[in-house]
């Protein structure tokens, strides 16, 4: 079973920056498709941003471009989201999730259902 664990949420006015890092076994991160997800409260879980295996490719929800970037390093088994300019509708619990079925040429995955592993979350606030 593969352990995704997140980090980087915390609570900051509007307007600010935060990293948000997600960290899995080097045997599942090397072999995934990445992503990030959110879930704000009494809403549904949606892709917030997704990277390819290689991390050639990448994929934005249109409420985050231009303001979030997603990157991975594979040498340290690790994503991150940069997040700037954040506004209070990005309040939420961020997941990470990995898609371990990716070929290494594949694009990014922004089929929800398709990712076999999730984080516990991250909570991110975001005040006015």
């Known amino acids: 079973q593969a352990q995704l664990v997140e980090s980087g949420g915390g609570s900051v006015q509007a307007g600010g920056s935060l990293r948000l890092s997600c960290t899995a076994p080097?045997?599942?991160?090397?072999?995934?498709?990445m992503g990030w997800f959110r879930q704000a409260p009494g809403k549904e879980r949606d892709i917030v941003a997704a990277?390819?295996?290689?991390?050639?490719?990448?994929y934005y929800a249109d409420s985050v471009k231009g303001r979030f970037t997603i990157s991975r390093d594979n040498a340290k088994n690790t994503m991150y989201l940069q997040m700037i300019s954040l506004k209070p509708e990005d309040t939420a619990i961020y997941f990470c999730?990995?898609?371990?079925?990716?070929?290494?040429?594949?694009?990014?995955?922004?089929?929800?259902?398709?990712?076999?592993?999730w984080g516990q979350g991250t909570q991110v606030v975001v005040s006015s």
């Open positions: 999730a990995a898609d371990v079925n990716a070929i290494l040429t594949s694009g990014p995955q922004t089929q929800e259902e398709k990712y076999d592993y």
């Open positions: 080097s045997r599942t991160f090397s072999r995934s498709s």
């Open positions: 990277i390819s295996r290689n991390g050639y490719s990448t």
